[in-house]
Nanobody, 123 residues
Framework: QLQASGGGLVQAGDSLRLSCATS????????MAWFRQAPGKEREFVAA????????SYTDSVKGRFTISRDNAKNTVYLRMNSLKPEDTAIYYC??????????????????WGQGTQVTVSS
């Protein structure tokens, strides 16, 4: 199970850090990702990270503002979001791939999903 937390209501320009925790011994061998879904829109890729944390990728709209990271000792992946904009408002979901599969930006590649955490950015 993936448990996402850290969402909230903030003003434009503020920062938030999302966390996604899980249990088990296979975390470090799983690529992880964050997706988001705004009202009336399809779920979209935000960021992904390899099992070791050595490789990361981002959608263009968040590059330079968001940082994905992980702590394999704590079985937790993070999404640091800086300079938030109203268009970042969405429910944010963390997702995990099967063991040893590479990170992708395609939601159908991910087998396990958290419950989502709401991020609302006011202007």
């Amino acid at each position: 199970q993936l448990q996402a937390s850290g969402g909230g209501l903030v003003q434009a320009g503020d920062s938030l850090r999302l966390s996604c925790a899980t249990s088990g011994r296979t975390f470090s061998s799983r690529a992880m990702a964050w997706f988001r879904q705004a009202p009336g829109k399809e779920r979209e890729f935000v960021a992904a990270i390899s099992g070791s944390g050595a490789r990361t990728s981002y959608t263009d709209s968040v590059k330079g503002r968001f940082t994905i990271s992980r702590d394999n000792a704590k079985n937790t992946v993070y999404l640091r979001m800086n300079s938030l904009k109203p268009e970042d408002t969405a429910i944010y979901y963390c997702a995990a791939r099967r063991q040893y599969y590479s990170a992708t930006d395609y939601s159908a590649d991910y087998d396990y999903w958290g419950q989502g955490t709401q991020v609302t950015v006011s202007s």
